[in-house]
């Protein structure tokens, strides 16, 4: 095959659902080797395909939305510095730089050269989130970027075959858990191995001796795909700010979306300039989400790769939060970027309400440091959902996370790993945003520290003062709340539970969508059947009178 144009629909669509499928295989193999906990139970990582080329064709189904929009940029730094020319089979290239890969340094990005006959066709590459990288850890009083861990520029970290030497022993000298942190690495090397023997026989069963014109038949037919769906926007420049939560103060984050034929500009002029702690957003993370807002609005049911980027232009000042410079601390860049998704949708909202989603309650990350009784390092991460933002004829989910997609790890497994109790996790009802759709649920979570020594926890809350948004009618969800031993604590910093602490988060709702006048009567009974509404909520938020011994429910005339 020389050209796209010899491969028919059928047998693209086949090719490119194996492509798919050999990435998904590459992530399942690296969560069954992986050490950590974030990768293991909570699937923090992601597996992208590109071309010999450096273009996106492929992701795995499961991969974080941050890390595939990141990951094209990333692959394009690495050939920079090394040239397709300069690779050898059983090179492995890697970079946690965060303005090279995905944001921030304990995301590792790996990267292996596919060979065929001498010459590379193709690129795996795998990202996930380290349990540890050194410095000072993820925290929110991180003044800059040489307080958060080791950074790794892009280089070799295998090289024909050898793993780095001189890498493995800077990374046992810079991070505690180096066990976990080793294992996490030598699993995303391994996927990448699995990755290159799979695509070998992929291109041996179709009689492939070049990846090219399957991956030009892909990016042209997502391409073409999403420009069409582009034109159907209304033309025209589409406005809108958001408030946040900073630390002490408030942000504003501001984007004008221009629709012009088949292209579309996001542009962030306006926002406020970086802080001076560490919640900065380099612009790959910035561009990530953007580009994820317009695919969702767009073509959500098609595979991302390079063709759903080309009609999209992404821009951000210098020098704002959405764009820091180095050396601007960016652990915690997730509570300032997750914001892009929503506010993109919420500037599209007045001219394609029926595919936007009101703002979601998103996710609360906590990392969590300590010293285990028999003296070994412990770090890890925890993570709780919020409700989704409801959408025109669909409730937003209980305790699902968005953007991000991170799985819940079960608390067993979280019990034994760090010797704090899960003493309850249950759906707060009345935390959902009404409206004729209705906002999901947040939960609440109660953690005891029974490891009988100090616990450290950084926390990075968000949602606490700027709930999520309702849209076109609907109302906001519950506010994020943090406390210890009962005690409101602020959603940013870092915390130490002593033995016996109990750490509440109540998570917040998503907002509704629509009038809540006008939710349907049997709805909100289903609600209250569920635990989703009270009976107080029903009739405030509703103007539904539930009769608790039948769960029946009437509105007055």
């Known amino acids: ?269 306006g926002t406020d300039p970086a802080a001076p702690v560490a919640i900065n957003v380099p612009f790959c993370y910035t561009r990530s989400f953007a580009s994820y807002a317009i695919k969702c609005l767009t073509t959500p049911s098609i595979p991302n790769n390079e063709g759903t980027l080309l009609p999209i232009d992404i821009t951000a000042p210098e020098g704002c939060i959405l764009n820091a410079r180095k050396p601007a601390s960016t652990g915690g860049r997730h509570t300032v970027g997750w914001f892009i998704v929503p506010l993109v949708m919420s500037c599209l909202a007045p001219v394609m309400p029926d595919r936007v989603q009101a703002d979601s309650g998103m996710a609360t990350l906590m990392l969590v440091t300590a010293r285990r009784p028999d003296g070994r390092e412990l770090a890890t991460q925890y993570f709780l959902a919020g409700g989704l933002g409801a959408m025109d004829g669909h409730d937003g989910r209980a305790a699902v996370p968005f953007p991000t997609n991170n799985a819940v790890v079960p608390s067993e497994v979280w019990e034994r790993e760090t010797g704090m109790r899960v003493l309850y996790r249950r759906i707060l009802p009345d935390t959902g945003g009404p409206g004729r759709f209705r906002g999901g649920t947040g939960q609440e979570a109660a953690l005891r520290n029974d490891s009988g020594l100090p616990v450290d926890v950084s926390i990075f809350g968000l949602r606490t003062r700027y709930p999520a948004r309702g849209f076109l009618g609907g109302q906001s969800g519950a506010a994020r709340v943090f406390a210890i031993n009962g005690e409101a604590i602020p959603p940013k910093g870092r915390f130490r539970l002593a033995p016996g602490d109990v750490l509440t988060v109540s998570e917040a709702g998503g907002g509704g969508y629509g009038d809540p006048a006008t939710r349907a009567t049997t709805a909100v009974e289903a609600d209250f059947a569920a635990g989703r509404v009270s009976v107080d909520g029903a009739l405030k938020d509703y103007g539904v009178t539930i009769d608790p011994a039948t769960g029946r429910g009437s509105r007055a005339a």
Request: proline share 5%; net charge negative; hydrophobic share 45%.
């Open 1 to 269: 095959m020389s050209t796209r144009e010899n491969i028919d629909a059928v047998s693209l669509g086949i090719m490119w659902d194996r492509l798919i499928a050999i990435t998904d295989e590459i992530l399942t193999a690296i969560v069954r080797t992986a050490f950590s906990v974030g990768v293991r139970e909570a699937w923090d990582l992601a597996c992208v395909m590109f071309d010999a080329k450096g273009r996106s064709i492929a992701q795995a189904t499961l991969s974080m939305p941050a890390f595939i929009g990141t990951a094209p940029l990333t692959m394009r730094h690495m050939l920079a510095k090394y040239p397709v020319e300069s690779l050898a089979p059983g090179d492995v290239l890697v970079t946690n730089d965060p303005w090279l890969g995905t944001g921030h340094t304990p995301d590792i990005c790996v990267a292996r050269p596919v060979f065929r006959d001498g010459r590379v066709v193709g690129f795996i590459m795998t990202i996930t989130h380290l349990p540890d990288i050194g410095g000072a850890g993820l925290a929110i009083g991180n003044p800059d970027l040489y307080h958060e861990g080791l950074i790794i520029p892009v280089t070799k970290l295998v090289e024909g075959g050898t793993f780095n030497p001189f890498l493995r022993e800077l990374l046992a000298c810079n991070v505690r858990v180096f066990d976990e942190v080793m294992g996490d690495v030598d699993a995303n090397i391994a996927g990448t191995a699995v990755g290159a023997r799979l695509i070998g026989e992929f291109m041996d069963e179709y009689a492939l001796a070049d990846l090219a014109p399957l991956a030009e038949a892909i990016i042209a037919q997502s391409e073409s795909a999403m420009r069409r769906e582009i034109a159907r926007i209304p033309d025209g420049t589409y406005r809108q700010q958001v408030g946040i939560e900073s630390v002490t103060d408030e942000l504003t984050l501001s984007c004008a979306v221009t629709v012009a034929g088949e292209t579309i500009t996001v542009d962030f002029a």
